[in-house]
């Protein structure tokens, strides 16, 4: 084993290489790009490529080349891919772009260059690109925007050169020429200052809609004017100043600039100016905007003070990330209608302050997790709409009425993602259309009816409020009520019950994670308009079509995450004709024979039902985890052969059971005979003879016959049915067993009664034939009178019979009888022992 | 011989793995403290280091990270769970970075952009118990990619 081991080593050592090299080579000369949508879209990420690699279809709409080696572009570089939308060469190394590097791609509407080192641009690198919509050259070593040859790229809309060298915002003459652009992005590159006429190209009739980028740049001077009858969409200048002071005089240079969105302020963690103090936005005052944002701003020691002073005329204010913790000074006059607080530092809602803004429509205060109280309350602010008060920490004790009854224009409440929420104060809100109350507990609700008086109201949102619906009128009085999502709740004994039945507007209903075990058929009654159910994560186990029948608008319906079994016919035709969308997915389906139906339903409707790859059986076990719509429907059909066998085997049995009862005699007397016998012939004989007479005759037989030949001497041994035959065994076991089988010679009594009995004919074919097998003459006759000869003849066999034997005949006279009885004691006397 | 070429084969494609593993760096290395971590992103190593690891006592500390994004940030989730024999006890998660709204620097940098960070950051905790902890730091970007994850052993030692 020693010796193996050591001799292995340097096989070892040899394979090991050999896997080594081959894996290198493996990734150098197979490029297994990413199909991610088959000749449209290519991923080739990081594969060491230095080129278009071969297998790439010329109609790849999308191409991402990102991470590879390609170092240079040459003329025509992507010839074989004409068609591309978007080429992404991010981290190329792309030193050099020859002229016509993309003279081909006329369709290419992205070009994405992010972090190449570039050097060389041929002049007319980027010629072709004639539908180019966006250019991003970030990271791209770009030390001045004229370096660019994009001067023809007359279609560009977005040119983003983020995190370059360009040292001056003196914008080429060349844009005056794009039209178009809708955003230029210099952040984080080396614009020291800002100087008249820079921006000279953007004047202009066309260029309002653009939005500037000029954040992350180390600006120390605007000189003023240089925005003097410029008009943006959008200017950015976030971290831009390096103390209070040069920002308050840069923000002066912005004098004369018009524009609809204005960002100030600086990042998370990058915070140089030192201070908000007085005075820092008064430049504002000579910049005509519509919206100002402040994000990011962490020291601010004298409040709101002067914040608003140059803001009076702006219409829209966001204050995002500040760390504000209460508003001080408002301005008594102001055109501000939208007002919005995100991630501030309030502990209470500032609502006396901010009650000053009286033009205010829109005020937001959200993401404040030190924002817990509301206490103040709202005076007067006519044109208020919307109230968003979201993902804050508060609790609302006594909600809403006596806050909120100053603002009487009210449409629209969010107090979604609070802490607590208790509505003991009454809603009285009338104009209110939407109300959301989702992911706060809400106290105090779902007993008695609070939304009386919200008769406008179309949107209630109060998911996952911990609410307990116990009354049925709950929700009385929402006459409007359109949209209804209350999930993560639960229902009195887990049944909806009648509590939706005033809503008879209502358009869309969720109901999910409710708990629900019930669905009574008197639920769904009025929402004859609902078009949308969500009724999953619940526990209901079956799909009772009279509750659903209501639904007939009904175009969405979520039924997955219940425990329903199968969809029974019935339910499977009460669906609504109008559904569009039916989510079965996660219930318990049994998918055995028993429910074809379903199971061929659900295979027929596969358009109509929604995540069919998560409908998967549960039952039977084999078959767990298998999609319903897998389900073979041939496993439960016969094959023809089966389908003959299973009706044909019934059938011949039944014919067998029949035929059996109809000739259960022959059969049994075939068995006798054929299975011998001898056996039984060679038993020892009870009677020496079995009487065959018909029941009429008994008295003679009886008296005559009996009593002469059993006290006779010899005496014999007779076979009388009406005495020897065992009860309890069929007839004709009898006359087998008993009569023939254990009698010797067999006696009939022929008399027009005979001949009229069938069990006597029966007997007499059986002794016929018996006589025949056992090949001697065991066969007496008696005829006891004058026969009717119509009646022999009909009897065929008798008559033959009678005229070929000797028989004995019963006689009135003595002498006769003499006769009679010596010959019959004669015949009985043969053979015996 | 036969018989031993194919765990020979397992061995060397286990080797070849292992080999793609990133090293280990070391953060701090004191007396009473010592910080490593590890990148577990198949694609990519990363830089990290605490200004002054004396620091991370006194709450408040600087860190400086580096990196190259391979998925863009418009969306940024930060998961930091503290694992005890590969389990995780203690989790923290938070967004970093929204849609609109970006409050750090790096947020909205899209795929091939580097991505430097300076800044302070809290653990919220005044002391560090004796014993060895396992910490995995991960962030997801919006499609749930992973745009970073690294595994810190944190040893701290108890002076008599």
């Known amino acids: 084993m020693l010796g193996r081991g050591a001799l292995s080593f340097p096989t070892c050592l040899v394979l090991s290489s050999a896997i080594l090299f081959l894996s290198q080579l493996m990734a150098c000369s197979f490029n297994p790009c990413v199909e991610v949508i088959p000749n449209i879209t290519y991923?080739?990420?990081d594969l060491n490529l230095s080129g278009v690699p071969a297998e790439i279809p010329p109609s790849t709409e999308n191409l991402d080349l990102s991470f590879n080696p390609l170092v240079s572009l040459t003329s025509n570089y992507f010839s074989e891919v004409p068609e591309l939308r978007l080429l992404d060469l991010t981290r190329c190394h792309i030193q050099t772009i020859e002229d016509y590097a993309f003279k081909d791609l006329h369709k290419l509407l992205t070009l994405i260059l992010t972090a190449n080192p570039l050097q060389h641009l041929g002049p007319t690198a980027f010629y072709g690109l004639a539908s180019l919509q966006r250019l991003i050259a970030v990271e791209d070593d770009i030390s001045s925007l004229a370096d660019l040859p994009i001067g023809h790229l007359h279609t560009l809309q977005e040119l983003n050169v983020a995190n370059n060298q360009v040292d001056s915002l003196k914008l080429p003459g060349y844009f005056s020429h794009l039209s178009l652009l809708r955003f230029l992005s210099l952040k984080s590159n080396r614009i020291s200052s800002i100087s008249t006429g820079d921006l000279a190209a953007l004047q202009g009739e066309k260029k309002h809609n653009l939005t500037l980028v000029l954040s992350l740049n180390d600006i120390k001077c605007i000189q003023p004017g240089s925005f003097e009858g410029i008009l943006l969409h959008e200017l950015s200048l976030r971290a831009c100043f390096e103390n209070t002071g040069l920002m308050k005089a840069c923000i002066q240079g912005l004098a004369g600039l018009q524009v609809n969105r204005l960002v100030l302020g600086e990042f998370r963690n990058i915070g140089r100016v030192e201070d908000f103090s007085n005075g820092l936005l008064d430049g504002l005052c000579q910049v005509q905007l519509q919206e100002f944002v402040f994000i990011s701003f962490q020291r601010f020691d004298n409040c709101t003070d002067t914040l608003f002073d140059c803001l009076v005329n702006a219409s829209t204010i966001r204050l995002v990330d500040l760390s504000l913790d209460q508003v001080s000074a408002v301005p008594t006059a102001s055109r501000i209608h939208h007002l919005e607080f995100n991630t501030c530092k309030f502990i209470e809602v500032p609502a006396k302050k901010l009650s000053s803004f009286k033009e205010l429509r829109v005020l937001r205060i959200t993401n404040s997790k030190y924002l817990t109280g509301f206490r103040e309350k709202f005076k007067d602010l006519p044109n208020l709409e919307v109230l968003d008060l979201s993902?804050?920490?508060?609790?609302?004790?006594?909600?809403?009425?006596?806050?909120?009854?100053?603002?009487?224009?009210?449409?629209?409440?969010?107090?979604?993602?609070?802490?607590?929420?208790?509505?003991?104060?009454?809603?009285?809100?009338?104009?209110?259309?939407?109300?959301?109350?989702?992911?706060?507990?809400?106290?105090?609700?779902?007993?008695?009816?609070?939304?009386?008086?919200?008769?406008?109201?179309?949107?209630?949102?109060?998911?996952?409020?911990?609410?307990?619906?116990?009354?049925?009128?709950?929700?009385?009085?929402?006459?409007?009520?359109?949209?209804?999502?209350?999930?993560?709740?639960?229902?009195?004994?887990?049944?909806?019950?009648?509590?939706?039945?005033?809503?008879?507007?209502?358009?869309?209903?969720?109901?999910?994670?409710?708990?629900?075990?019930?669905?009574?058929?008197?639920?769904?009654?009025?929402?004859?308009?609902?078009?949308?159910?969500?009724?999953?994560?619940?526990?209901?186990?079956?799909?009772?079509?009279?509750?659903?029948?209501?639904?007939?608008?009904?175009?969405?319906?979520?039924?997955?995450?219940?425990?329903?079994?199968?969809?029974?016919?019935?339910?499977?035709?009460?669906?609504?004709?109008?559904?569009?969308?039916?989510?079965?997915?996660?219930?318990?389906?049994?998918?055995?024979?028993?429910?074809?139906?379903?199971?061929?339903?659900?295979?027929?409707?596969?358009?109509?039902?929604?995540?069919?790859?998560?409908?998967?059986?549960n039952n039977p076990v084999h078959m767990q985890n298998m999609s319903v719509l897998s389900f073979d429907l041939s496993s439960c059909h016969l094959s023809p052969?089966?389908?003959?066998?299973?009706?044909?085997?019934?059938?011949?049995?039944?014919?067998?059971?029949?035929?059996?009862?109809?000739?259960?005699?022959?059969?049994?007397?075939?068995?006798?005979?054929?299975?011998?016998?001898?056996?039984?012939?060679?038993?020892?004989?009870?009677?020496?003879?079995?009487?065959?007479?018909?029941?009429?005759?008994?008295?003679?037989?009886?008296?005559?016959?009996?009593?002469?030949?059993?006290?006779g001497m010899p005496p014999f041994q007779l076979c009388l049915h009406y005495r020897d035959f065992i009860p309890g065994v069929p007839i004709t076991t009898n006359i087998i067993q008993e009569g023939f089988l254990s009698s010797r010679r067999v006696i009939a009594v022929i008399s027009n009664h005979f001949m009229e009995s069938k069990w006597c004919s029966f007997e007499l074919e059986i002794a016929q034939s018996w006589q025949f097998v056992d090949g001697k003459a065991s066969l007496?006759?008696?005829?006891?009178?004058?026969?009717?000869?119509?009646?022999?003849?009909?009897?065929?066999?008798?008559?033959?019979?009678?005229?070929?034997?000797?028989?004995?005949?019963?006689?009135?006279?003595?002498?006769?009888?003499?006769?009679?009885?010596?010959?019959?004691?004669?015949?009985?006397?043969?053979?015996?022992? | 011989v036969k018989m031993f070429n194919s765990p020979i084969l397992l061995l060397v494609l286990f080797y070849l793995r292992l080999s793609t593993e990133w090293p280990t760096h070391t953060v701090c290395k004191e007396n009473n403290l010592e910080i490593y971590y590890k990148s577990c992103d198949p694609l990519q190593d990363f830089a990290f280091s605490i200004d002054q690891c004396a620091n991370i006592l006194t709450n408040t500390f600087n860190i400086r990270a580096a990196m190259i994004l391979r998925h863009s940030i418009t969306e940024l989730f930060l998961n930091v769970n503290l694992m005890l024999n590969g389990k995780s006890v203690l989790g923290y998660s938070k967004k970093l970075c929204e849609p609109n709204g970006h409050r750090f620097l790096f947020c909205g940098k899209k795929k091939g952009e580097h991505i430097y960070y300076e800044g302070p950051v809290k653990l919220g905790i005044h002391a560090i118990p004796k014993g060895v902890f396992k910490v995995s730091v991960k962030l997801n970007n919006g499609d749930h990619l992973t745009v970073a994850c690294a595994e810190f052993t944190i040893t701290r030692y108890i002076q008599q």
């Open chain 1, 43 to 45: 991923r080739c990420m």
């Open chain 1, 641 to 711: 052969v089966e389908w003959v066998m299973s009706v044909s085997v019934p059938f011949a049995g039944i014919l067998f059971v029949i035929l059996i009862y109809k000739y259960y005699f022959l059969l049994y007397y075939g068995l006798v005979l054929h299975s011998g016998c001898r056996r039984y012939t060679d038993r020892n004989d009870t009677y020496d003879a079995f009487v065959i007479h018909s029941s009429k005759d008994i008295e003679w037989v009886r008296k005559e016959l009996a009593e002469k030949l059993e006290g």
């Open chain 1, 391 to 617: 993902v804050n920490r508060l609790s609302f004790i006594q909600c809403c009425d006596s806050y909120l009854k100053r603002i009487p224009k009210l449409k629209h409440l969010n107090l979604s993602f609070n802490s607590i929420i208790s509505v003991t104060g009454g809603l009285n809100i009338t104009e209110l259309v939407s109300l959301d109350f989702r992911h706060s507990k809400l106290n105090d609700f779902g007993s008695f009816p609070v939304f009386h008086c919200l008769g406008k109201l179309i949107y209630l949102d109060i998911s996952y409020t911990s609410s307990h619906i116990a009354s049925q009128c709950t929700f009385s009085g929402l006459k409007s009520l359109q949209v209804l999502k209350m999930a993560g709740n639960s229902f009195q004994d887990n049944n909806l019950g009648n509590s939706l039945m005033n809503l008879t507007q209502l358009l869309t209903l969720d109901v999910s994670s409710c708990k629900l075990t019930q669905v009574s058929p008197s639920t769904f009654k009025s929402l004859t308009k609902l078009q949308e159910l969500n009724i999953s994560h619940n526990k209901l186990l079956a799909f009772d079509p009279l509750a659903y029948k209501p639904l007939q608008a009904l175009t969405v319906l979520d039924f997955s995450s219940n425990q329903l079994t199968v969809l029974t016919e019935k339910a499977m035709e009460s669906l609504p004709s109008c559904l569009v969308h039916l989510d079965l997915s996660y219930n318990l389906f049994d998918c055995s024979c028993n429910h074809l139906s379903f199971l061929k339903w659900a295979k027929e409707h596969g358009e109509l039902l929604k995540s069919t790859q998560l409908m998967v059986c």
């Open chain 1, 780 to 833: 007496i006759m008696i005829v006891l009178e004058e026969v009717d000869k119509v009646l022999l003849r009909r009897k065929l066999g008798l008559s033959r019979y009678l005229r070929r034997n000797t028989y004995l005949e019963w006689r009135d006279q003595e002498i006769s009888r003499h006769l009679f009885w010596r010959q019959l004691r004669t015949a009985l006397l043969d053979d015996k022992t």
